[in-house]
Every structure is written in C-alpha cells, then in structure tokens.
C-alpha cells in the first residue's frame, strides 16, 4: 500500500483522474469500479472535460459501481444511480450496457448480488476500483462489524454512515437503513485500488486505515494487505498521519 499525500482537493482529483486515464488508455477493455460521494467528484469533473477533449474514449470501458441504497428508484435525486448518470455516464461515452450499478429496488436483492458478482467475473474482473472512505472507516457500504463479509450483501447502514450521509437529504429520516455493496472480496480482488481521502473529518478514518491493525472494526485497513493499492490524501486527510 502506497500513500500520496497532495495539497488539496484539486491535486487529489487530478491525480485520480489521472491515474484512470492511464487504465481506459492502457488497457483495450479497461474494468473500472466506481464510486459515489462527494470526494470523486472533482474526478469525474476532470474525466468528463478529458473525454469532451477527445484525449479519452470510454467506448471499450466496462463499470461496476461498488454500492447503491436499498429503495431508492434509479431516478430519485439521492440514488448512487442518478448520481452517476448526472456526474458521469450522462457526460461521456461508456456503452449503455457496459455500465452496471448494484440495483436498489429488486423484487430478489439476493438474487441480484449473485448476479452482479457474476456479471464482474463475466468481465473478468475490476482492474481499477475507486473508492472513497467513510468516516467510520467503511469501504463501499462494507460498514465496521464484527466480521465482514466477501460477496455482493444487503447491508444495516450504521448511524454515524446515515447521519454523515443525511447532508444530501433534506431530514436524516429520509436517508434509507439499508443498501447493497460490493463486497470485501470484490473489492479486494481489484488488480488496482485507489482511495480518495479529502478533508479533516476523514483524518481519524485515515489514520486506522493505514497506521492501525488491521480489523474488521476498520473495514478500510484491509487495503494494507492489497499488493497494488494507493491512498490518495489531502493534506487536512493526512493531519494525523
Ligand atoms: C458513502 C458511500 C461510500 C463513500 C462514502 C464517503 O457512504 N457508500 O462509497 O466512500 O459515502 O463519501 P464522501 O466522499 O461523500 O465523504
């Protein structure tokens, strides 16, 4: 595991943006996992004017998004899907039927996890994830438990999750209990991993993440065990490194 540590929000997504644009131009058939949240956003920003510019094609990109909540539509404003097509999807040229999110209104959600992890084996695996970081220390919506679990799962979102999540609805009761996530076994099969830190209320996440033990209570720590994994931090991220 590698850390960077950068100025500020800026640098942070231009290095990301960077770093998937050196996969979608490497690879023929790049894999890309994908994340939500407020930190990728600058990194979609950067992606979306490089694919306008004509300096990135994602007509051979194939995505997998790590998580969505459970009971959201794909047109509600707060859904991981409208967020993506508002951000993303909408913006550039990925196929329409290479791009996958984890659905959250299913009539069998299990059934649906089961497909999905199929689907990312079909494409033969992720060769980038990106991920962002909860302040509990949660990766996807793989939340601090006593065990965590491998395959795509429904998960109990925890509180400090739903109330740092409530910013973007208008009363914390709207935020739903439950989603669906890639698991840590998806997760960690990448053959590449980029984690996205910005901001000082991700410090103490940071911190167990990469100086502590390695623990389910801190599902992110798990990527010190990762062979090709990079945490990108912002200096107010990085304060108690
Ligand atoms: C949510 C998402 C995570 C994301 C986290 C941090 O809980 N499920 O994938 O990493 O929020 O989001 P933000 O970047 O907005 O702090």
Do not use: W
Not at 112 to 117: K, S
Not at 223 to 235: E, G, P, S
Request: negative net charge; contains cysteine.
């Amino acid at each position: 595991m590698k850390i960077q540590i950068v100025n500020d929000y800026q640098q942070l997504s231009e290095v990301a943006a960077n770093l998937v644009a050196g996969q979608v131009i490497l690879n023929n058939n790049p894999v890309l996992g994908l994340a939500t949240g407020s930190t990728p956003e600058g990194m979609y920003h950067r992606l979306v004017q490089m694919c306008r510019n004509g300096v990135l094609d994602f007509s051979n990109t194939t995505t997998f998004n790590l998580d969505e909540y459970l009971g959201l539509s794909p047109d509600h404003p707060q859904s991981y899907h409208f967020y993506m097509y508002r951000h993303f999807f909408h913006l550039v040229n990925v196929p329409p039927q290479n791009i996958h999110l984890p659905p959250g209104l299913d009539s069998d959600p299990s059934q649906a996890c089961r497909l999905y992890d199929r689907k990312i084996s079909e494409a033969g695996g992720i060769n980038l994830q990106i991920l962002g970081i909860g302040v509990n220390g949660h990766i996807g919506f793989n939340e601090p438990h006593n065990y965590l679990k491998t395959g795509t799962h429904l998960v109990e979102l925890e509180e400090e999750t739903v109330e740092a999540n409530s910013r973007f609805f208008d009363s914390p009761e709207e935020v739903p209990r439950r989603a669906i996530t890639m698991g840590m076994r998806g997760i960690m099969q990448a053959e590449k991993i980029v984690l996205l830190a910005s901001g000082e209320n991700k410090a103490r996440a940071m911190k167990e993440a990469t100086c502590g033990k390695i623990s389910t209570r801190v599902p992110a720590s798990f990527l010190q065990l990762h062979r090709n994994a990079i945490f990108i931090v912002d200096r107010e991220a990085a304060a108690l490194l």
